[in-house]
């Protein structure tokens, strides 16, 4: 699933995934911006991977999820080698939209960043041939 995707190239490893609940990693390492720091779009893009599976795990079959908001409050930084673990709980699990919250922590378990994601539940379009 993962293989030559944003989420093979931020080192994001899935550890459980439900339509209620995913938790994953990803390194600091590599995903730094230029002060050495751990990049918020890093993290965002953790949130919305760890979200977005959720999601379609809930749309289910045929169904796709389709992020359309997203928001991101940082709140402490974190160094290399450090790995953040996040974890998406859902908020709303509705029949078009579904909606979760999700808790970026350092190995301290000190919270890092709080991300709120909403993704439209959409019919998945056939696959094109050819």
């Keep these: 699933?993962?293989?030559?995707t944003l989420i093979e190239?931020?080192?994001?490893?899935?550890?459980?995934?439900?339509?209620?609940r995913v938790v994953g990693t990803m390194p600091?390492?590599?995903n730094t911006q230029p002060y050495g720091l751990l990049h918020g779009g890093a993290s965002v893009v953790l949130a919305e991977t760890l979200g977005s599976v959720a999601a379609g795990l809930h749309a289910g079959p045929g169904r796709?999820?389709?992020?359309?908001?997203?928001?991101a409050t940082h709140h402490k930084a974190v160094r290399p080698p450090s790995v953040v673990t996040g974890v998406a709980s859902a908020l709303r699990l509705g029949g078009a939209i579904a909606c979760y919250e999700i808790v970026i922590t350092d190995a301290a378990g000190d919270r890092v960043c709080t991300c709120r994601l909403t993704c439209a539940l959409r019919t998945r379009p056939?696959?094109?041939?050819?």
Aim: charge should be negative; glycine fraction near 18%.
């Design 126 to 130: 056939p696959a094109s041939g050819g």
């Design 28 to 30: 600091a390492e590599g």
């Design 64 to 71: 796709a999820a389709v992020g359309v908001d997203i928001n």
């Design 9 to 20: 190239r931020m080192g994001i490893e899935l550890l459980s995934a439900t339509a209620q």
């Design 1 to 4: 699933m993962a293989r030559g």
